[in-house]
């Protein structure tokens, strides 16, 4: 099993930028896929971002591309999401999120219950 802790949400203003990190401890952070969602009031959970075991593969949602970049560093047992260019549409609760990797495709899946552990989430709220 893996526990996983968000930081690094905040207020920030429209057109600036903003670092998630999740900490992971518990079984080999390098064998799982790890990925971002976020739910915004009154919305559904939704699909941000994912990363391969590896960090050599991406998935993300169009909604985010050319905007926010997923990352990780498996030394520190930490996976980050970068958001530039910040709109006041991206203001939600987001959560990391962990699940086994067995396949090179594994990392392609953006459903949120294929993952099989969570964080408790970290505040984004961006203002105009």
């Known amino acids: 099993q893996v526990q996983l802790v968000e930081s690094g949400g905040g207020l920030v203003q429209a057109g600036g930028s903003l670092r998630l990190s999740c900490a992971a401890s518990?079984?080999?952070?390098?064998?799982?896929?790890m990925g971002w969602f976020r739910q915004a009031p009154g919305k559904e959970r939704e699909f941000v971002a994912a990363i391969n075991w590896s960090g050599g593969s991406t998935y993300y949602a169009d909604s985010v591309k050319g905007q926010f970049s997923i990352s990780r560093d498996n030394a520190k047992n930490t996976a980050y999401l970068q958001m530039n260019s910040l709109k006041t549409e991206d203001t939600a609760f987001y959560y990391c999120a962990a699940r086994t990797q067995y396949y090179w495709s594994d990392y392609r899946v953006s459903t949120d219950t294929e993952y099989d552990y969570w964080g408790q989430g970290t505040q984004v709220t961006v203002s105009s």
């Open positions: 518990g079984r080999t952070f390098s064998s799982y896929v």
